[in-house]
């Protein structure tokens, strides 16, 4: 939070640390979760699996690693004050927050739903990153635009962590050159528990935002989405998706990412494989 608080000296905006926590935000019980969808993803490619284990198909993977994922979502549209409440039923890309959304359906079979691995059907609140991926499916023809009923929103940015991002981005990116895994295992922590203790956690009585909290996730599982995207849109086959950095991929992934450590790059996890051939 020292960090955080020395990232916003001269910012152009002054946020708001402890607005009032709408009722969305607030959790429904004293372990439960609030009515927030963050959109994580639990996708497995289940027709590729069946003929898989029938023995149709033989399909070598590589389970890939993203690299510093919450690092990277620290780079998302944040509001900057209270939200307030409207009923418009388009986006204002100069504001973020909160939205009541009826998703449109998700027929690709081959692709996850942005959605993630929700599976109850209807009207759900999502993040901002999750309304802003689904409007750009909607405008690349993969799926119809969200119906928005009403939001939470304020006035935002996309630079309000990104002095913050910059200097633990540079951080990591010094200790992996020194091979210096302590600190890099120290930087980690250091942005793993900035996201998730500035919403209700008590670990951290200098900042309450929730919103914040739920919208860095969801950047996080957006940003995987996009990667699962980008390797679909060149030809490789998504296997399985999952968490915040694991993506599975059948093909020749080093012709669409990069391999290495930094924060644009991909390292593999393991490689295993996919079913046989038919007798």
Not at 44 to 56: E, I, N, S, Y
Not at 116 to 130: C, D, H, N, S, V
Not at 152 to 157: L, Y
Request: aromatic share 8%; hydrophobic share 35%.
């Amino acid at each position: 939070m020292k960090l955080f608080t020395a990232s916003r000296v001269g910012g152009r905006y002054e946020h708001t640390d402890f607005p009032p926590t709408e009722t969305i935000l607030q959790k429904r019980s004293q372990k439960g979760t609030d009515h927030i969808w963050e959109g994580r993803p639990k996708w497995r490619a289940t027709d590729l699996h069946q003929a898989a284990q029938a023995g149709h198909i033989t399909l070598h993977v590589t389970a890939l690693d993203i690299n510093g994922a919450y690092l990277a979502a620290l780079k998302t549209w944040l509001p900057i004050g209270r939200l307030t409440h409207t009923r418009h039923t388009t986006h204002d890309p100069k504001r973020a927050g909160l939205h009541h959304i009826t998703p449109p359906p998700w027929t690709i079979t081959d692709l996850p739903s942005p959605l993630g691995a929700r599976q109850q059907p209807g009207p759900l609140w999502i993040t901002e990153p999750t309304l802003r991926l689904l409007l750009r499916c909607a405008g690349q023809g993969l799926c119809e635009a969200p119906v928005i009923h009403e939001s939470w929103t304020s006035g935002a940015s996309e630079g309000l962590l990104e002095k913050l991002r910059r200097a633990l981005a540079e951080g990591r990116k010094a200790a992996i050159e020194d091979q210096d895994d302590l600190t890099l295992d120290y930087i980690k922590a250091m942005y793993s528990k900035f996201v998730s203790t500035i919403g209700e956690s008590t670990a951290n009585r200098e900042i309450r935002r929730p919103d914040w909290m739920h919208i860095i996730r969801s950047q996080a599982f957006a940003n995987l989405w996009m990667k699962a995207y980008k390797a679909h849109a060149a030809g490789l086959t998504v296997v399985e998706m999952s968490g915040t950095d694991e993506l599975h991929i059948a093909g020749d992934w080093q012709s669409v990412f990069a391999y290495g450590r930094d924060l644009s790059q991909v390292k593999p996890k393991h490689t295993y494989s996919l079913g046989g051939h038919e007798a």
